[in-house]
C-alpha cells in the first residue's frame, strides 16, 4: 500500500513569488491535514481537510490556503512568499471517523524562499 | 488551548542502554497519543500509540505508559541501537466540532553512541 506522496520534494523560490505543493493521500484515506515544520517552532499545525471542505484551521496568515479534490488529494499555496516560509511542508492523511485516528505523514516538501 | 511539552530536548546514550522521553499535556479531553520517529530527511513515521483507555503499551523494544491523572506520558526505548537516532516528537490529540485536532511537542534528539 503506498504512503502519502508529496510532490515537489524539493524547491527555490524568490520573495514575492506563490508556490502550490500537491499531496496524495493513502488510498482510502479521506482526510488531509498540513503541517509546517521549522527548527524554531516545530510542527505547526496549517490546516486540515476533509470531503473537499476545510474543517479545522491553525493560526496562519491568509497568504497559506488550500483545497482537497474529490479524489482526496490535495494542494496547498503560499502566495506572496516571505523569508520566513522556508520550512519543510508535511503533509499528512487518516481515515475518517467518530473514532480518533491516526495520522500518517509524507516525506515532506522542502521550500526555500530566497 | 492544548499545550504539549517534551523533555528533553536532546538525550544521548550508549548503544545498548535505555532511553526515556517525558510528555505533559494541558488539556484533559485529549485521548489520544502519538509517537513519531522522525530521520534526517524524512516525514515523521508513527512508531506507536495509545488511547486513554490504556495504561500501557508494548511492541518489541518499545513502550509507552500514560498516566491521565498527572497528564503525561513517556516513551521507553530499550535495548537503544544506533538505528535508534533521530528526532522524535509525542502529539495529544482530540476529537472537537472541527474534527480531529493534534499538537505536537517540540521534539527530542535522541543520539545512540556505539
Known amino acids: 500500500k503506498a504512503g502519502v506522496t508529496q510532490t515537489p520534494r524539493y524547491l527555490i523560490k524568490t520573495r514575492g513569488q506563490q508556490v502550490t505543493l500537491s499531496c496524495s493521500p493513502i488510498?482510502?484515506?479521506?482526510?488531509v491535514s498540513w503541517y509546517q515544520q521549522t527548527p524554531g517552532q516545530g510542527l505547526q499545525f496549517l490546516f486540515e481537510?476533509?470531503?473537499?471542505?476545510?474543517?479545522n484551521k491553525g493560526n496562519f496568515p491568509g497568504r497559506f490556503s488550500g483545497r482537497q479534490f474529490s479524489n482526496s488529494r490535495s494542494e496547498m499555496n503560499v502566495s506572496t512568499l516571505e523569508l520566513g516560509d522556508s520550512a519543510l511542508y508535511l503533509c499528512?492523511?487518516?481515515?475518517?471517523?467518530?473514532?480518533?485516528?491516526?495520522?500518517?505523514f509524507g516525506e515532506g516538501s522542502w521550500l526555500t524562499v530566497v | 488551548g492544548e499545550n504539549v511539552e517534551q523533555h528533553p530536548s536532546t538525550l544521548s546514550v550508549q548503544e545498548g542502554d535505555s532511553a526515556v522521553i517525558k510528555c505533559t499535556y494541558s488539556?484533559?479531553?485529549?485521548?489520544?497519543f502519538p509517537w513519531y520517529k522522525q530521520e534526517l530527511g524524512k516525514g515523521p513515521q508513527l512508531i506507536i500509540d495509545?488511547?486513554?483507555?490504556?495504561g500501557e503499551k508494548k511492541d518489541q523494544r518499545i513502550a509507552v505508559t500514560l498516566n491521565k491523572t498527572a497528564k503525561h506520558f513517556s516513551l521507553h526505548i530499550t535495548e537503544t541501537q544506533p538505528e535508534d537516532s533521530a528526532v522524535y516528537f509525542c502529539?495529544?490529540?482530540?476529537?472537537?466540532?472541527?474534527?480531529?485536532?493534534?499538537?505536537f511537542g517540540p521534539g527530542t534528539r535522541l543520539s545512540v553512541l556505539p
Open positions: 481537510y476533509f470531503s473537499e471542505t476545510q474543517r
Open positions: 495509545i488511547r486513554s483507555n490504556v
Open positions: 488510498s482510502g484515506h479521506r482526510s
Open positions: 488539556d484533559s479531553a485529549s485521548n489520544y
Open positions: 502529539a495529544a490529540s482530540r476529537m472537537d466540532n472541527y474534527g480531529q485536532n493534534f499538537v
Open positions: 499528512a492523511s487518516s481515515l475518517w471517523g467518530e473514532i480518533l485516528n491516526t495520522i500518517y
